[in-house]
C-alpha cells in the first residue's frame, strides 16, 4: 500500500465516523485500524525507503511507547554491581534494577544525565552506571523507524465499548542528536533500565528501553508532513 492509496482509504474510513472497536484494551486503536485497512502487516510502502510504521494514536493519550532497545557497549559499570548496589527487591526477594530515568535522582540515587554528545543513567555520587552516545541512539532510531505514519483518533465510550473516529493523519520522518537531546531535556524521552540479578548467573538484561510519551512522538522527527486528511 503506497502512501496515496493508504490516504485515500482513510479518507473512506474518517467519513464513517465513530467506529466500534474490534479489540479491547490499549491495542485496540491500532488493531481496529489495520482492519479497517486490510492491512496484514504493519507497515506502508514508500518510493524512497523500504516502509513507514503506522501508528494509531489516541487523541490526549499520554501513555509511553516503546521505540526501541539499544545496550551495546554502553554499560561503565558492570550491569550485576549495579544491580547489587542500587536495585530493590521484588516480591520474590529477586534483586533487580526497573527504573524508569529522569532528570531526577530516583530512591535508589539514580537519575538520567545528559551531556552535550551524550545521555546516561548516573548516580549522585558521581559513579557512571551507562552512557549512549547521542548519535548512536540517532542510528538506532532511524533503523528501527526510518518513517512512521501517525493517525489521531477521537475516542468515546458507549455502553461499555470503545468507540474510535479516525482522523488527521502526518508522515513523520528523520530525526538528529540535537532533537534527541531536547526531548530528553523536557523528559518526553525517557529510558527504561530493565534487569536483574540471576543469582551465579550474573545479570539477566531485558534491553534498555527508550520510551516517549505518546503525545509527544511527533517532536521526535525533523520532517512532519500533513497528509490531508
Do not use: C
Not at 532510531?141 to 458507549?158: D, G, M, N, T, Y
Request: net charge positive; no cysteine.
Amino acid at each position: 500500500m503506497t502512501i496515496k492509496e493508504f490516504t485515500q482509504k482513510l479518507k473512506k474510513i474518517k467519513k464513517q465516523g465513530y467506529i466500534p472497536t474490534k479489540r479491547r484494551g490499549p491495542t485496540g486503536v491500532g488493531y481496529t485500524l489495520e482492519e479497517l485497512l486490510n492491512m496484514e502487516e504493519n507497515n506502508i510502502a514508500l518510493p524512497d525507503l523500504a516502509k513507514a510504521e503506522l501508528k494509531a494514536h489516541r487523541d490526549g493519550s499520554g501513555s509511553m511507547i516503546t521505540l526501541f532497545t539499544f545496550n551495546n557497549k554502553v554499560w561503565k559499570t558492570d550491569p550485576i554491581g549495579a544491580i547489587r548496589k542500587y536495585g530493590s527487591n521484588d516480591k520474590n526477594g529477586r534483586r533487580g534494577m526497573y527504573y524508569t530515568m529522569s532528570l531526577k535522582p530516583n530512591s535508589a540515587g539514580l537519575f538520567l544525565e545528559i551531556g552535550n554528545q551524550e545521555i546516561g543513567v548516573s548516580h549522585i555520587s558521581g559513579e557512571k552506571i551507562a552512557v549512549w552516545k547521542l548519535e548512536k541512539l540517532e542510528e538506532r532510531f532511524e533503523q528501527k523507524i526510518p518513517a512512521l505514519v501517525l493517525v489521531h483518533a477521537f475516542s468515546e465510550e458507549r455502553d461499555g465499548r470503545e468507540y474510535f473516529h479516525y482522523g488527521r493523519a502526518s508522515l513523520l520522518q528523520g530525526t538528529s542528536p540535537s532533537i534527541l537531546k531536547n526531548q530528553f531535556k523536557k523528559e518526553h524521552l525517557l529510558v527504561d533500565v530493565r534487569m536483574h540479578d540471576k543469582g551465579t548467573k550474573g545479570a539477566r538484561n531485558h534491553g534498555t528501553a527508550f520510551r516517549v510519551k505518546e503525545d509527544k512522538l511527533s517532536f521526535l522527527f525533523e520532517r512532519v508532513t500533513d497528509l490531508g486528511i
